[in-house]
């Protein structure tokens, strides 16, 4: 059988969407919808640091492998932090930017990232698609190539092929098939059981109600405010640009069973309003915003409207994005996540490895420690 032919791809909408999605699989975030959503939109573009190089693989017409790579001029949009590494790189007079992302952009997702067919070369397909970056890395004299909250089985090619590993930690909540919100309240300790009544309590007495509206029913309007809600609160904080309206319309009109927004209102009018996509097994926290500050908000729209959901659905897993250790003392428990690296300068690679040693024993000894707080009465 003829080898496969690797063709850079700039524009996904070269890509038929059923030939891209036979290989991304149910995943909402390596979609052609979505990923398509974050380039017609703006969003995920060379304008703001995001240049599409899919490598992909064909025999024939007949697309066998892709990888969402990405040559980036900054680290924004990312949630694996090499900012430190960028300033090293400077401060010793080497470009640190371009460099080469393989990621899902603006998403903390553990998925594949070697998206290839299932045939019996899929291995085969896997291994070349990673020799292929690497080498266009080195052939484009990229600084690195980096690989964002990949699965275990591409972390394992990787690491096979030489590439450094880099763990991190987010808190996902776990659905013990409880019957609804009260017995999910009673499995956790007495302090962090009460702690959520009071937050919940202080809301409604706020006179805030909340509503979940999935992606078939939701309006043009209830995706506009959530933009809204979005662009103020990042305004707020500083942040640079990332998501916009037209992103957020794309991705309703176009994934309308894999979206649920949560939107708070108060004296009839919407004052907050969160993101999630849905699968069957699994509620992903996105994105919020709020034009309004009440205690507990944050909480009930973010966390407490989604774990609810989750019951009501039988939704095994919610995952409540990058970062957040406050989300322990609300039911969701540590879970490590992977990174993998490859750097082009020798001695930056020996004092990234060694400090990824480190890096590596200090997250052990992290999420040791959380779980010994764990906020459940035992164990799970």
Known sequence: MNAPTLKIIENLADISAADWDALAGKDPFLSHAYLYALQESGCATAQFGWQ?????????????????????MNSYGEHVFDFAWADAYHRNGLRYYPKLVCAVPFTPVTGKRLLVAACPEADELRALLLSSALQLAKDTG??????LFPDEADTREMQAQGIMLRQDVQFHWQNRGYRDFDEFLAALSRDKRKRIKQERRKVKEAGIQLQCVTGDIATVDQWAFFAECYAHTRQLHNSPPALNDDFFQRIGAAMPNNTLLVIATREGRPIASALNIVTGDVLYGRSWGAFEFHPGLHFETCYYQAIEFCIARNIKTFEGGAQGEHKLARGFLPVTTRSAHWLAHPQFARAVEDYLQQETSA??????????RSPFKHQP
């Open 52 to 72: 599409a190089q899919f490598i992909t693989l064909w025999r024939d017409a007949r697309l066998l492998g892709a990888m969402p790579l990405y040559l980036k």
């Open 363 to 372: 997250i052990s000894e992290y999420v040791d420690e959380l779980n010994e």
């Open 142 to 147: 990229v600084s690195s190539l980096h690989y």
